[in-house]
């Protein structure tokens, strides 16, 4: 067969959740719960349910490309002006478009070790040089990654709050770093979990997109909104930005109900609050199972939580599936002795606390 380029055999298919369906198959339980893809335990706003099944009768018809009507709706929602806004099949999406468009063979680009995944795969799939940054206290260390700027390095990534160890970097680390960093270097600040955040000192960084610096932000649906299976993410940066990844974009790479379903999510503020609120609650309450426990974990700025165990975390993540909760292993990350969670309903967390009770010899 064919080889592909020789950075594409370096790639490992990225490791999704299980699908609840696939575990139903495959151990033949039937009470699961999905505790390992950081989605809103709440499901989606049912005004969104509602403009899903409205706009089922459309489906023949290719979705608005250019996503206009929600491009305007997030752009007076955000504050923003619609050329600042694209659009991607997933945040995923415009993580890669990024890299496709800025990153060339031989170009370095700089993430942290134990960041988000995709940063490396979209750097391998470029055919770039990684430079892996470690992490302090499981939280990105910028000024090492400020001092690992080359005149090679083309895209810095930021995971704010970072997957899957939950931290975040604040204000005043952003403001030196963004000090730091050359204005021909591209910053991307994946703010995924953005609507989850309660700090303070969490850095709003809007500015640095208006002032028209190299700055790429990136949100989403797929958390808090509730819409992960319709793919809709998006990307905040200058209009230069925008238009550049736009000649590369996929021409429909949202979907005609993914719109739909976004704008109406967008409305709903209150199931956003509630969906933040009962994150909280959550996450105090797994919290308190895992000091009782005498657990070690990571306190987190998201809808999920890493924890630490002394033994495989794959092997208690088996353990688990068994006794029907899917929580995801994260020895892919560097972290073999610790699994990440998300914050489910109270009724999950009271499960998982259970069958993590039974998963006898934790320490
Ligand atoms: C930090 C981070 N960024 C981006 C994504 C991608 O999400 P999506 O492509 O669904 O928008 C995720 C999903 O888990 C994530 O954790």
Do not use: W
């Not at 988000?116 to 391998?124: D, E, I, Q």
């Not at 302090?136 to 970072?162: E, G």
């Not at 073999?336 to 967390?349: D, F, H, K, L, S």
């Not at 606390?353 to 320490?363: E, G, R, V």
Request: aromatic share 8%; hydrophobic share 40%; with cysteine.
């Amino acid at each position: 067969m064919l080889k592909p380029k020789p950075s594409i055999d370096t790639i490992q298919p990225y490791q999704g959740g299980k699908p609840i369906e696939e575990v139903r198959r495959e151990l033949g339980i039937t009470d699961i719960i999905k505790l390992a893809s950081n989605e809103n335990p709440l499901g989606p706003s049912p005004l969104a349910m509602q403009a899903i099944s409205e706009s089922a009768t459309q489906v023949h018809l290719y979705p608005d490309g250019n996503a206009y009507y929600l491009k305007e709706d997030l752009a007076e929602y955000i504050g923003i002006s619609a050329e600042h806004l694209i659009f991607g099949n997933g945040s995923n999406d415009v993580l890669q478009l990024v890299a496709e468009a800025y990153v060339a063979p031989g170009d370095e680009v700089i993430y942290a070790a134990g960041a988000f995944v995709v940063y490396s795969l979209v750097t391998k799939l470029c055919s770039a040089t990684a430079v892996v940054v470690p992490m302090v206290k499981h939280t990105h260390n910028l000024s090492a990654m400020a001092a690992a700027i080359t005149d090679k390095t083309k895209v810095i990534f930021v995971a704010n709050p970072n997957n899957p160890t939950g931290t975040m970097v604040t204000v005043d680390e952003t403001a030196a770093f963004m000090e730091q960093v050359p204005d021909d270097v591209l910053v991307v600040f994946d703010e995924a979990y953005y609507e989850y955040v309660d700090r303070s000192d969490y850095p709003q960084t809007l500015p640095y997109v208006l002032e028209g610096r190299n700055f790429v932000i990136t949100r989403t649906f797929s958390k808090i909104y509730g819409l992960a299976g319709l793919r809709i993410g998006y990307g905040i940066a200058p209009p230069p930005l925008v238009e550049t990844l736009n000649r590369i974009r996929q021409p429909f790479n949202c979907s005609l109900v993914g719109q739909a379903a976004a704008r109406a999510a967008l409305k709903d503020t209150a199931h956003v609050t509630r969906s933040r609120e009962q994150n909280t609650i959550g996450k105090a309450f797994l919290y308190g199972a895992f000091d009782d426990m005498g657990l070690r974990y990571v306190e987190t700025e998201g809808n999920f939580i890493m924890l630490h165990l002394e033994q495989s975390g794959a092997d208690i993540a088996d353990k688990l599936l068994k006794e029907g909760v899917i929580v995801r292993p994260i020895g892919g990350y560097g972290y073999p002795n610790a699994v990440r969670v998300t914050i489910g309903t109270q009724q999950e967390n009271e499960k998982f606390i259970d069958a993590l009770t039974k998963c006898k010899d934790l320490k």
